[in-house]
């Protein structure tokens, strides 16, 4: 088993036998503005055997990262997410590399990024602050993204009817609604309480003309129980995001919703 130190009184570090298997395994890391989630999966068959959240401030995350020693292993396989403070989509017919100011504003000590979504003919432009930069120089062999693209590959319109995804993560909602396959809204909003939640959610499906009994899939590290028995109330077919068939969850987590963000990697990086 694992040998982790989760007394965030010292250094989160790994244990010699796990370092020395390191080539065996996929590590992620998704950070948001709460801290960061840590999760270390098999690399054969991408069953997740560690998950731990961390609570650091983002700036401070690199240097941490090597004094933990997490750089240190070579692992066989590194994925890094982290929250966009803002993005949007851009029609690919619409979009050029030399005008991201076009679609989001600059804001300080941040860059703005493009990419194609895999499968679709759009592009997502994102802010991304400089220690994101400063983190994905640690690992060269890393992959690196912002969240939303992992979740908008596993939320797709393609595989997806009539569904309304809510992701809430560090006082941010992301919405994703799509009807027959189409997609109707994407967007994400300040949320600092399950009241926000109801707000935005029920603004979307009035203004789309959404029923009451519209499937709604909360996901993310406060999709909690008080959100669902609120959304509940209004709404006839509200559930909380379960794994997938297969993905086996560590038996000390009893809520997986809440690490959904790390979960994406092994679903989809």
């Known amino acids: 088993m694992p040998m982790f130190s989760t007394d965030y009184a010292h250094p989160m570090q790994l244990a010699p036998e796990w370092t020395e298997k390191a080539d065996h395994f996929h590590l992620g890391i998704h950070v948001n503005p709460r801290g960061v989630i840590i999760g270390i999966f098999d690399f054969q068959n991408n ?13 401070d995350l690199p240097q941490a990262l090597q004094n933990w020693g997490w750089t240190q292993p070579l692992f066989r396989k590194v994925t890094v997410s982290y929250s966009a403070d803002s993005s949007t989509l851009v029609p690919a017919h619409f979009f050029h590399p030399d005008q991201l100011q076009t679609w989001l504003a ?12 895999p499968n679709e003919e759009n592009m997502l432009v994102y802010r991304s602050a400089h220690w994101a ?5 640690l690992f060269p062999q890393s ?26 993560e560090s006082e941010k909602l992301c ?4 009807v027959n396959h189409q997609r109707k809204l994407l967007n ?16 979307c499906l009035q203004h789309h003309q959404g029923e009451e009994n519209t499937p709604i899939v909360l996901m993310g590290q406060d999709a909690q129980s ?20 297969g993905l086996q969850v560590p038996s000390d987590i009893h809520h997986p919703e809440q690490y959904y963000s790390i979960l994406m990697h092994t679903l989809c990086a």
């Not at 939303?148 to 009539?162: A, F, K, R």
């Open 47 to 59: 069953q997740p055997l560690w998950l731990v959240h961390h609570p650091i401030l983002p700036q």
């Open 106 to 117: 600059d804001a300080p000590m941040q860059s703005l990024h493009a990419t194609k979504l």
């Open 133 to 137: 930069e400063q983190l994905t120089q």
């Open 143 to 168: 992959q690196s993204t912002v969240a939303v693209q992992y979740w908008l590959q596993l939320t797709t319109p393609q595989e997806n009817n009539t569904c309304l995804f809510a992701w809430i």
């Open 175 to 178: 919405l994703h609604y799509m």
């Open 188 to 203: 994400q909003f300040d949320c600092r309480s399950a009241e926000d939640a109801l707000y935005f959610i029920s603004a």
């Open 226 to 245: 008080p959100l669902l028995e609120l959304l509940s109330q209004y709404y006839s077919d509200v559930k909380i995001w379960s794994p997938p068939l």
